[in-house]
């Protein structure tokens, strides 16, 4: 929601002296100290802006404030240039009124500032685009350009405007910025000759020495020292805060923006350079044969450079110095001039050249910004014109500035009163005449056609004769005498004969701004301002584009012999024009002030302010205003700024604004006569009438805010109630919930307990009466069991009786039956026929018994232990037999598959069981390992190669033994062969035969009952191989050896068989020695093998661990 401000919100002291009260001249200074006091530096009076110059910088000139204003309406904000800027610029582009602000106010007051403000808001709220964005930059660029030439330090401003400028800002139908015209007026230029005491020439001459380049002051052929100049005065050359040289480059660039080409900066600065050069040309004394004194210039050098800058002959110069001509009727006469002549044409010619220099710039920046197009433009007009000027010394530049001063003072109060008047009219209200003070009769007095004293100036400078300053005021005396703004000595006007404050040569005139003395001296120059005709002619023969555009006067073919207008009359005309343009226009006023003399912040001086107040007629500014209504507003923001102060009205209003007012009205009670409806606003006659409105509403606003307040602490409570009662209620359901969930397994508890007891009452009730029931019937059943027992074995005695009986009965029928059948059938049976039965029945028995035997036949192989088992005991013998011969039958089977080898295999595996089974506990473990006979295949390894061929026969078993040595019981590898003829024992590494027994030899083999693998190859006495000894083995394959050993024995026929002994204790023949060689149990050791240990020279003894 938009907020909607006004004026009166935030107000610091009153922002529109409309509602000073009471309205007193104390109270407006006291009002607008208070508000410059808190850097409120604007205050209306009505529409009229009045500003202060704070002498600082204030952060109120930023973009966001630029935003702040934008459309908003004059009164909605507090007071600030930008608001009359919006309200001006509004106007102008949505109602088609061509608008001009005027901006009055003394020198340093701030209007150059304001006008600058004003451009510069426009420029930012008006349309944008590239063209319209050039054309604002050429406008705002314009015034570093004309400020640099036209302004100067003064003792009341360090940039002090000595000219009066008006631009004309022309915008299209959208509002965008088309072009512009300035017009300037009157340029001081006095200044450029002399400056009064602590006050500079323009600025351009201090830039351009400060700021220009070494080469461009060598081409203008200037020093960089001030002090070189006699034009510049020396003691405040240098302004503090102000940068020559920085301006001076900002000047050249705004004049490259406004378009200005390079040889026109060029041409402008050689003029500037000239006049510098022309101020240091001086004169001296000559005096000629007929008396006279006739002047000379003392150094021609500056006067040559000048004519180089320039491009005019230096005689043509030297003699426009030295002589005059002046012309009459076709005739020319030339007279010289003496010294001071020479120094007054010197200084007219520079005054002129820069004046007429600033012109031209003024035209050329004109050509520039001008618009395009033909088509009628929106124009806003903006007024900076040099401020009333009080100086102790004040001359004809003064009363010009005065005058106009007064002039604009005029068309304030016309165009504020007319405007008022309209106002009225246009809202039909009834006109009232206002008393004010008009100044036109002191307008009059000076630029009356017949007696003013701007005609009496020019009467005087167009007559013949003597014509000084002081017949000027000779003139004055007697024609102004009666006026009562004018005042002088001489006049005749006697109360001003003893007014010594009045001197002789003065004359005072009563401005509306106080009272101004004027010294006669110089009028009637300044006023003619003479340029003699030989310095123009010398001027326009300047072979310079720009001096010959700037003196077209000089041009002899277009001699004119017709005065050029005065400055005074050319002034009046300008003004007039200007005037006449302003009447068509919207006036917007901005009155600048002020606040001190010393150019400070924050000093506020009452004595200059209320000066400064009085003479621009502010007091008779509010006065005015407040003589008809003091206050108006349309009814809209009226109704919507008040309408909380009546019940019908508040909070809306739904009919027309105008008629919600009258209701307000009417409801406050307001008396009549202290307001009126227009057409469109609301007329409050007396401020009074609307601080009591304000007092009202700022009151209703504390009751409504209490009334919010209230409204909106009730709600709160009530919402903290509604929401304390719904978390309470929460609270209380959780709770009660709790509660009677608490409750209800108590009662479920105790319920529990109680309908447990019960039940276990009811059911130990039951229990008892269910054992009882059961005892009984229990007893029952026991008395019905012994009851039916009884029956029952009763029954079942009977039964059984009966059953003997019938048993009896039928023993005896079937004996009888027997008996009857035997003697019936006894004549056809033979006498064997029981044989017959009873064989035949032996016969079936037989039968059935091998068809069983059949069906239950155990496996083929020969280890099945199965067989069935017998039927019938007589059957006993016959049934062991079959088993017997079954077995038998199948063992044949089953070696009538084997092979001839198998067959030997097996055979050597029998041989080997008859040797050892049951006899050495070795053997048990080689019953499962098939008899390989040769494990080392010494015919496949090369090793073995001599070993091979030292074996003739087959070899039938070779492996590799342990030789047992004989002195320590350790073994040593042997191949261990065994072939038809003989046992062969190698070195197992090289295969060299160490011993060969002929088989003849060997006597027995003995070996130990247990799982070890000894033997000992005994030797037959007196054999050729028993020479060294028995021999001790030890193998793996020990039966399968001892097993072959004792085949060759039983197969060769030629050969007693060998044997076999098994004891745990044998002898063995070593050399002489007969060692006893004894197995013993003993407990595993070094990993379960056998140890053999020699334990004195007859005993060798071999521990085997015990077998499990
Ligand atoms: N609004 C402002 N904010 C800050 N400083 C300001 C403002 N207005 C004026 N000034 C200061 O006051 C000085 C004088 O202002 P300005 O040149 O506008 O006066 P003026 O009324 O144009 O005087 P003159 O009649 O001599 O030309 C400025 O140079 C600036 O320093
Ligand atoms: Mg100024």
């Given at each position: 929601m938009e907020v909607k401000t006004s004026l009166l919100d935030n107000m610091i002291g009153v922002g529109d002296m409309v509602l000073l009260e009471p309205l007193s001249e104390d109270s407006f200074l006291e009002n607008l100290k208070n508000r410059f006091d808190h850097n409120e530096i604007y205050t209306y009076i009505g529409s009229v802006v009045i500003s202060m110059n704070p002498y600082r910088s204030l952060p109120i000139y930023t973009p966001d404030k630029v935003e702040e204003y934008r459309n908003r309406n004059f009164y909605e904000l507090s007071p600030h240039i930008y608001a009359l800027a919006d309200e001006a610029y509004r106007s102008l582009r949505d109602q088609d009124k061509d608008q001009c602000i005027l901006i009055t106010g003394e020198s340093g007051a701030g209007k150059t500032e304001a006008s600058k403000l004003v451009m510069s808001y426009v420029a930012a709220v008006c349309g944008r685009g590239q063209e319209v964005n050039k054309v604002k930059e050429q406008l705002l660029q314009s015034n570093p350009v004309l400020e640099a030439f036209g302004n100067a330090k003064t003792v009341r401003n360090d940039?002090?405007?000595?000219f009066g400028k008006y631009m004309d800002i022309e915008f299209d139908f959208k509002g965008d910025p088309l072009g512009g015209v300035i017009s300037n007026y009157l340029l001081e230029k006095s200044r450029v000759v002399k400056q009064p005491r602590g006050e500079r020439n323009f600025h351009v001459f201090y830039q351009l020495l400060s700021g220009a380049s070494d080469d461009t002051l060598k081409k203008l052929k200037l020093d960089r020292d001030f002090s070189k100049y006699n034009y510049l005065s020396l003691d405040s050359a240098a302004v503090n805060g102000l940068d020559d040289a920085a301006n001076f480059r900002t000047v050249r660039n705004a004049m490259q923006i406004v378009g200005f080409m390079e040889d026109e900066v060029q041409s402008v600065l050689e003029l500037v350079a000239a006049v510098l050069k022309l101020g240091n040309i001086e004169f001296k004394p000559e005096s000629r044969c007929n008396g006279s004194d006739e002047s000379r210039i003392k150094d021609k050098n500056d006067l040559k450079e000048m004519c180089e800058l320039l491009g005019t002959e230096q005689s043509v110069l030297e003699r426009a110095f030295s002589y005059r001509t002046v012309e009459a009727k076709m005739e020319k006469v030339s007279t010289t001039l003496n010294v001071a002549q020479a120094y007054y044409a010197r200084d007219a010619l520079a005054k002129n050249l820069y004046s007429r220099l600033f012109s031209w710039l003024v035209t050329r920046i004109n050509e520039s910004i001008k618009a395009q197009g033909k088509t009628r433009h929106k124009v806003m007009g903006v007024l900076d014109i040099y401020g009333f000027e009080i100086f102790e010394d004040n001359s004809f530049e003064q009363f010009i500035i005065n005058y106009c001063n007064e002039k604009l003072q005029q068309i304030f109060i016309e165009l504020t009163l007319r405007e008022e008047q309209e106002e009225y009219i246009r809202e039909g209200i009834e006109w009232t005449n206002i008393e004010y003070f008009n100044n036109a009769v002191i307008c009059d007095l000076i630029e009356n056609n017949q007696n003013g004293i701007l005609a009496m100036l020019d009467e005087e400078c167009l007559?013949?004769?003597?014509?000084t300053d002081e017949t000027f005021l000779d003139k004055l005396n007697t024609i102004?005498?009666?006026?009562?703004h004018f005042e002088s000595r001489l006049s005749k006007n006697s109360k001003f004969l003893t007014d010594h404050s009045l001197p002789h040569n003065c004359f005072r005139i009563q401005h509306y701004a106080g009272k101004v003395l004027y010294r006669v001296e110089g009028f009637v120059d300044k006023n003619n301002d003479l340029l003699y005709r030989d310095l123009s002619q010398a001027m326009f023969k300047a072979n310079h584009s720009l001096i010959k555009q700037l003196f077209p006067e000089g041009n002899p073919t277009k001699v004119n012999l017709k005065r050029p207008p005065t400055a005074g009359s050319q002034f009046r005309a300008s003004v007039g024009t200007l005037m006449r343009n302003l009447q068509t226009k919207n006036p917007n006023y901005i009155r600048c002030i002020k606040p001190n003399d010393k150019k400070a912040s924050h000093i506020f001086t009452d004595s200059l302010v209320r000066h400064q107040l009085r003479y621009l007629g502010l007091m008779e500014n509010v006065r005015v205003r407040r003589a008809g209504y003091a206050f108006r507003q349309p009814y809209e923001p009226c109704l919507e700024r008040y309408k909380m102060l009546c019940k019908k009205t508040w909070p809306h209003w739904r009919g027309p604004a105008r008629e919600g007012v009258e209701v307000l009205m009417a409801d406050l009670q307001v008396p009549a006569e202290e307001f009126s409806y227009g057409r469109s606003k609301i007329f409050i006659r007396n401020p009074r009438m609307l601080f009591s409105l304000e007092e009202r509403r700022r009151q209703c606003l504390q009751d409504l805010a209490t009334l919010i307040q209230k409204i909106y602490r009730g709600w709160k409570c009530r919402r903290q109630f509604l929401l304390l009662k719904k978390s309470q209620i929460v609270v209380a359901a959780w709770y009660r919930r709790y509660a009677q969930q608490k409750k209800y397994q108590q009662i479920k508890s105790a319920t529990t307990v109680v309908q447990s007891y019960t039940r276990g009452w009811q059911a130990r009730k039951l229990l008892r009466e269910l054992k009882h029931q059961k005892k009984c019937e229990e007893a029952v059943t026991t008395i019905a069991a012994f009851w039916h027992g009884t029956q029952a074995r009763r029954e079942l005695r009977k039964l059984k009786e009966e059953a003997r009986r019938k048993h009896a009965v039928a023993v005896i029928w079937a004996y009888w039956q027997g008996l009857k059948v035997r003697r019936e059938y006894r004549k056809f049976f033979r006498a064997n026929a029981g044989k017959k039965i009873y064989d035949f029945t032996i016969q079936r028995i037989m039968q059935k018994y091998f068809l069983g035997l059949k069906s239950s036949m155990p496996s083929m192989s020969p280890v099945d232990k199965n067989w069935p088992a017998r039927p019938y005991r007589f059957l006993d013998g016959v049934h062991s037999e079959l088993r017997r011969i079954f077995h038998l039958w199948r063992c044949k089977k089953y070696r009538g598959q084997f092979t001839e080898e198998k067959k030997a295999v097996y055979e050597e595996k029998l041989e080997a069981s008859e040797i050892f089974k049951d006899k050495k506990a070795l053997y048990a473990s080689s019953v499962s390992q098939p008899f390989k006979g040769d494990y080392v295949e010494i015919s496949k390894n090369p090793k073995y190669q001599k070993l091979n061929s030292a074996v003739v026969e087959k070899v039938l078993l070779a492996d590799v033994v342990n030789k047992i040595n004989r002195a320590n019981g350790k073994g040593t590898a042997r191949i261990f062969l065994l072939t038809k003829k003989s046992v062969v024992l190698a070195d197992q590494k090289t295969g060299q035969v160490k011993a060969s027994v002929p088989l003849p030899d060997l006597s027995s083999v003995s070996v130990s009952t247990q799982s070890d693998g000894f033997f000992a190859l005994r030797l037959k006495e007196g054999s050729a191989s028993a020479v060294k000894g028995d021999f001790l083995l030890s193998s793996e394959h020990l039966i399968e050896i001892i097993t072959k050993l004792h085949r060759i024995g039983t197969t060769a026929a030629d050969r007693d068989q060998i044997n076999i002994d098994i004891s745990d204790e044998f002898l063995v023949q070593f050399k002489q020695d007969k060692v006893c060689v004894k197995f013993i149990q003993g407990a595993p050791k070094n990993g379960n093998s056998v140890s053999c240990k020699r334990k004195n020279n007859r005993l060798l003894e071999v521990s085997v661990p015990t077998t499990a």
């Open positions: 940039n002090s405007s000595r007559r013949p004769g003597t014509v102004c005498a009666e006026h009562q």
